[in-house]
C-alpha cells in the first residue's frame, strides 16, 4: 500500500507562463507566432502527446521528448491573420497527465494596418504598450515624497485595469483611470516614500505591469525603479566635516568599438579633512569600476578604472551610470553618466 502510495504521488505537471495571451494589433495577412511558455513543475518526466488547434487558421509546433522535473518547454502557434476583425482562438495540449486536455488561448485584432504607437509607447507588451520601462528618481532628500509618470495605452478594443506588482514598501501606485477604455492611454503614477528607504545612494527595484487579470511576472513586462537618495537638506547645511569630492569628468564618453571599452577618472579631495568614499553604485551591470583609494587625505587623488562589456549593454535596462556615496556634506552622492558612440 505504501509503494502504491509512492507511485500515485509521482506525477508530471503542465504549468503555462500564461493560460491566455493578448496579441493586442495583428496586421492583416501577415502570419503571426504566439509562444506559450510553460514548466514542468511535477517529480516525474512530462511530455507533450499532441497539440489541436482550434481551427485551420493556426498551426502548432511544441517541445518534443520528455521533459525533466523543473525543466521548460514551448509551444508556438503560428495565426495566418487572413480575417479582419477580433479572433480568440485556443489549442488543446494533451500530455502524459491524462486524458483531459489543458487548454491554452490567444487573443487579439487584424487589422489593414497597425497604428503608430511605437513613437511614444515603444515598450510592447501585446494588449498594452507603456512609455518606458525605466523610471528614475534622481537627487531625492531624505523626507522628500515624490512621484514619477508612467504612460500607458490599451491596444486592444476591451477596458484594460492596470496594476503593479511586487512594489516594495517605499512605493505605492495611482492608476489614472482604474480602467482604459480600448484604444485609449492612462497613466501608472508612481509615488515614492524617501522615508522608506533604508540606505543613501542607489536603492534598485523591479516592479512589474500586469496585462490581464491572474498575470505572471517576468522579462518582459519588468520595470525597473532606480532611486538615489540624499540625505535631508537640514543635515547637509548643520554638518561641520568639510572634505570635498571633485571628479575629473562627469560625463564619459566612450567609442562603441571593442569588446571591453576602458575610461579613466580621477577622484579628489579638494575640503580640509579626509574624504572618505562609502559606496560605488553601478545601474548597469555591464559597467565595471574599480577606485584605487577609498580614504584621500587633502589634496589627494586616486584614480577611478571604468571598463564597460559591450556584450552585456543591451541587457540591463538602466542607463550606464556610476554612483558614488561619500561624506563630503555638501554633496554627498555624485553620478558619473556614460555614453557609448558608434564610431564614425
Known sequence: MLLLGITAAAQPRFVADSDIIKTGEVLFQKPYAVVFGFTNKGNKPLHIKKVETSCGCAKATYTRGNIAP????????????GMLGTFNKYVEVYTNMGREPEFLTFQGRVVAELSDYATGFPIDLGNVRMSTNYIEFDDVRK????????NVINTDRTAYSPELMHLPPYLRAEYLPEAIPGGKTGVVRLILDSKQLASLGLNQTSVYLARYSGDKIGESNEIVVSAVLLPSAETAVSSGRKP????SSEEVVLQNSSKKMKAEVM???????????HNLQLFNHAVGVSLSDRVLQPGKSAKMKITVKKNLLARFKSRP?????????EEPVKIINITVKDMD
Do not use: C, F
Not at 523626507?143 to 508612467?150: I, K, S
Not at 556610476?322 to 561624506?327: E, G, P, R
Open 321 to 329: 551610470r556610476i554612483l558614488l556615496v561619500s561624506d563630503d556634506a
Open 70 to 81: 523543473g525543466e521548460r518547454g514551448e509551444i508556438t502557434v503560428e495565426y495566418d491573420a
Open 244 to 247: 570635498k569630492m571633485k571628479l
Open 143 to 150: 523626507g522628500q515624497v515624490v512621484y514619477a509618470d508612467l
Open 267 to 277: 577622484v579628489t579631495n579638494e575640503g580640509n579633512s579626509p574624504l572618505t568614499i
